[in-house]
């Protein structure tokens, strides 16, 4: 059937795929009701799949039906270095287990184009307000990722289709903004829509395009870049209007955190979203990222925004070429993609925003989803006393309430360059005023991409952030993903001895607790500005709207008077931000070089390495069978468990589990590094596994209370134990377990450990109130069986208290009921329906296989041996 609609794009040499022909083939007039979303998935059905099931696949998405899954084929996989570097080392390891079964392992390649972005790795050991910082934080970097580097460098000459953007130049999403997306591709004389996986949540970033890209684990990532089609089915497709423009002085940080407290509200879990409406030609492409990248933190699986004149603009302002720019443009017209060719577009629900009501706001503590206005601080008794603080500050002290970090940082802001100038202005203002930030801040700038550094120098603002600490200190996610480095002893010693609530302020999208710093109790989001206004405040005890900042010759000085206004922002913006930058970074990034071809297909592991090791998926628990019968509760864990929670990724202390084994591996406590570096071990990476000091595991009772931390009970034994103490018990008896949890299990990160470190201590099936998408595929990937208590059960209901033993009982087959037998200590059974996550045949394939790896083994030896 595809063929048939295969037509040469008016004015180019190029052909496309009619996607608007085939869907009225099937129902006359039904394309004009289809969102955007619906329309990019129809061309990649008509283009990409198998001819037998185009019809079924399109009448699902034309009718919104959800009775059969569908395929999808993205164009590229984008990987950063951690969740990139994982997956390749279980390509790696997947190489190692087809030699040893026989087959050729030069076969197990990517084939789907792979980008690795190297971004995740640096920690800000050295703040911004140390002229060297950016050299001496890449040192650092280069020293203790020597092995880390060494792997990925191989994988470069080992594998084919594999491109590496080394440390040092970026983040992944904002350089997959300014300059991998094509949005539309060109190939073999066809024209398509780009469309994308990447191993991180805030790959949405890019949606912002008009390209459908989303964030999926490691383990789904590998399944792509093997070249088999991502499954689904039809997602529930939202329609977002956003009506009104921002007032005054209001920023798109203001707005995205505005966003995604009603968007969470909304319950947008799992939906791709799709703004509209009067309040969207207003919004800039960095705008729209900016949006687009928090599409986790309010739960979308997309934030999608249509091809429209400021698209265009953008590609333009990026140094795409005018022969690209020409290609988008008549494809989104001819192919309905265009903003306007959208006007009847159908949706699930439609939800509106009123872009005006946004105040100028922050997130926090502890969630990116609790907005709190700023002049809501002292509402929520954050705000203090300011005689006190400013007596303790005389004395020598840092206040209760103390901003220890402050951090622009981020692909979600420094992809816009309107809160960027924004943030330089502020400098500028406030170091014309004499204002400085206090001694105990420990600043930084860590840019997604080195054109920010550029138009900064352009606009003549770099030498006014770097005067209030805010030098550039790396091109990297640093303290957005816990890299936020050490403290000055002598502060991190004030802070323990005298109890202190340390905060951070950052200009990220996550601020889970023990995320951002192990001595900052929470942390909050907040603009560029904001973030430089705070390290001058010194403490988010503090009306940062109405409180003095400083008295300066006699006259005392507020935020209103440092904050630049909206015309002198965008007037720099465009005279400051040039395709010439783009250009001149860019081009030469990302020059084809010629590389000679690695030796062997087969790594030579490094036996003491504590960063790269082979992977263990057919050893120890994973190569025996899952029965789903006596399995004790490893932890019963309360609502929004986080991937942070699960695997932490910030820096590893000495008196953790995973510490006192690098100790023992000979690593100086300095280069511990963090969690996420090592994530290539498993013998370190094991040890992380339910690591986060925040963690509230309901068994770990002490004297009859619930004590907080990375702690277990053993049973039938009942001893309360370290966490890693109670995993190795049960590795040891061979125990088969269980997790029981609440609502919005998984929530966070896209890391394929907070997966993998349970299935490896031998966690077989996970039950809770609900799953965010991303880790509930993680888990499925890893054959771990997610199962979901039905409306109005939870652990509560059932009196659990982890000494019962479990089994599961049922056919596996998609959203089946299943049977969660409850075995208590006293004799009573309970049987309790569940249903079972695995949402696909796909899905139950994966699963009944033991894993993605499993079956791909499986799978291509019987293809090559056939």
Known sequence: MNREFRKNLPGTSLDYFDARAAVDAIKPGAWDGLPYTARIHAENIVRKADPAIITESLTQLIERKRERDFPWFPARVVCHDILGQTALVDLAGLRDAIADQGGDPAKVNP??????????????????FDPDAFQKNRDIEDRRNEDRFHFINWTKTAFDNIDVIPAGNGIMHQINLEKMSPVIHSQNGLAFPDTCVGTDSHTPHVDALGVISVGVGGL????????????????????????????????????VL???????????????????????PGLTIGDRATISNMAPEYGATAAMFSIDEQTLTYLRLTGRTDEQVALVETYAKEAGLWSDTLAKAEFERVLTFDLSSVVRNMAGPSNPHRRLPVSALKERGIAVDLDKARAEEAQGLMPDGAVIIAAITSCTNTSNPRNVIAAGLLARNARQLGLVRKPWVKSSLAPGSKVVELYLKEAGLMEDLEALGFGIVAFACTTCNGMSGALDPKIQQEIVERDLYATAVLSGNRNFDGRIHPHAKQAFLASPPLVVAYAIAGTIRFDIEQDVLAVVDGREIRLKDIWPSDEEIDELVAKSVKPAQFNQIYIPMFEKQDAEKAASPLYDWREMSTYIRRPPYWEGALAGERTLKGMRPLAVLPDNITTDHLSPSNAIV????AGEYLHKMGLPEEDFNSYATHRGDHLTTQRATFANKELVNEMAVVDGQVKKGSLARIEPEGKVTRMWEAIETYMERKQPLIIIAGADYGQGSSRDWAAKGVRLAGVEAIAAEGFERIHRTNLIGMGVLPLEFKPGTTRLTLAIDGTETYDVEGALAPRATLTLVVNRRNGEVVRVPVTCRLDSDEEVSVYEAGGVLQRFAKDFLEATTA
């Open 654 to 657: 000495m008196n953790s589990a």
């Open 258 to 280: 505005a966003l995604t407290e009603f968007l969470r509200k909304e319950r947008v879990v799992g939906s791709y979203l799709e703004f509209y409406g009067e309040g969207v």
């Open 111 to 128: 084939v789907v184009p792979v980008q690795l972005i190297v971004d995740h790795s640096l920690a800000v050991e050295c703040g911004g």
């Open 220 to 255: 789904e990532a590998e399944n792509v870049m093997l070249g088999r089609a991502s499954w689904m089915r039809t997602p529930d497709m939202v329609g977002v209007e956003l009506t009104g423009k921002r007032q005054p002085g209001i920023t798109a940080t203001d707005i």
